[in-house]
């Protein structure tokens, strides 16, 4: 148990839908990130919220929205996407989002675009 | 090319080994963190160097940070089963915006 909870662990969803993913951090951090790890590829930052402000996009497609109303949760919602986005979803969040503090990571969530 | 290169990729040993995974980059790093990952779940953190030279350990795991810090090292002494998984060593960049990046991981099988 690290303190980042994601849910739901696993997520099927059609090219069609909309769906969302939800993170919520125990910790009292003001940094949350969405990374995203796919077979045979290093684990990619998508976003990063620090005190409820996007401060990074690494150039993610509009067909992934995140939204973090508070420090706490982060959301990331999910709309007419493509079967290679299917991929371990994984929350992150720590302190602040500078400097070396320690990132603490959820279990993930497995999403699979059909 | 990838930015954090680790090796090898993947690597089983004996029961009882010990072993060395290497993570390297062409630029010198912020500081250094060493997660371990168990197949589709979440990373668990190990160990965060950032001094030049500095060496960590936590009970038969030791990561050291070259002087350059370009450059990690993640040594299992007398290894178990329960060490293995996927190990990934994580980076921020000194020339960009706080962002951590990883590298390709290290996938450890421990036979009994």
């Known amino acids: 148990e690290t303190g980042v909870t994601q849910t739901p662990r696993h997520l099927v969803m059609g090219m069609t839908n909309k769906k969302s993913l939800k993170c919520e951090q125990h910790?009292?951090?003001?940094?949350m990130y969405w990374y995203k790890q796919s077979a045979k590829k290093p684990l990619e930052l998508m976003f990063v919220?620090?005190?409820?402000?996007?401060?990074e996009n690494n150039s993610v497609p509009s067909r992934f929205s995140p939204e973090c109303p508070n420090s706490s949760h982060l959301f990331l919602h999910l709309h007419t996407l493509q079967p290679e986005d299917s991929a371990l979803y994984l929350c992150?969040?720590?302190?602040?989002?500078?400097?070396?503090?320690?990132?603490?990571f959820g279990e993930g969530s497995w999403l699979t675009v059909v | 090319s990838q930015e954090l290169e680790q090796s090898p990729q993947s690597l089983i040993v004996q029961e009882g080994k010990n072993l060395t995974i290497n993570c390297t980059s062409s630029k010198t790093l912020y500081g250094l963190y060493w997660y371990k990952q168990k197949y589709g779940e979440g990373l668990i953190f190990l160990m965060m160097?950032?001094?030049?030279?500095e060496e960590k350990s936590h009970e038969k795991i030791t990561a050291k940070l070259d002087e350059k810090k370009q450059q990690s090292s993640l040594h299992i002494t007398a290894s178990q089963p329960s060490h293995a998984g996927i190990y990934l060593c994580g980076a921020v960049k000194m020339d960009s915006s706080y962002k951590l990046i990883f590298g390709s991981g290290t996938r450890l099988l421990v036979r009994p």
């Open positions: 992150a969040s720590s302190p602040r989002d500078r400097g070396m503090d320690t990132i603490y």
């Open positions: 919220y620090n005190f409820k402000e996007q401060t």
């Open positions: 910790l009292g951090h003001n940094a």
């Open positions: 160097l950032q001094k030049g030279g």
